[in-house]
């Protein structure tokens, strides 16, 4: 029934420094950009290696998300990645502060988590 995620939505505070971390610090490529007049809001859309996608929006006033201590509902956004270790150098020659390294005890895998602007968690995953 369901094929893939084709989206993930992320409100901001600041969009020109979340535009700036999406498309120029992580490397995303940016779909379309609208500016919706009647909302005073921005949408953004950036698009991954594999076609799947994140729409970045910015809304007056909207109240900060509660990422620590974890709260219900999304808990992350993660990002597969062929080689973790390339991909956490280039993340802190960004001057993106990186977690630790670890390995998923259940299947094997390397992860690692960093922050967005907003201090949203974002996953780094090796495939």
Known sequence: MFNSIHHAAII????????HFYSQLLGLKIIAEHYREERSSYKLDLALADGSQIELFS??????????????????LAFAV???????????AKGIEVEEIRVDQYTGR????????????????EI
Do not use: Q
């Open 110 to 125: 390397k992860f690692t988590f960093f922050s967005d602007p907003d201090d949203l968690p974002l996953e780094i995953y």
């Open 12 to 19: 901001c505070s600041d969009y020109a420094r979340s535009k």
């Open 59 to 76: 809304f007056i006033g909207a109240p900060l998300r509660s990422s620590y201590p974890e709260a219900c509902g999304l808990r992350h």
């Open 82 to 92: 062929d080689d973790i270790d390339s991909s956490v150098a280039m993340l802190v």
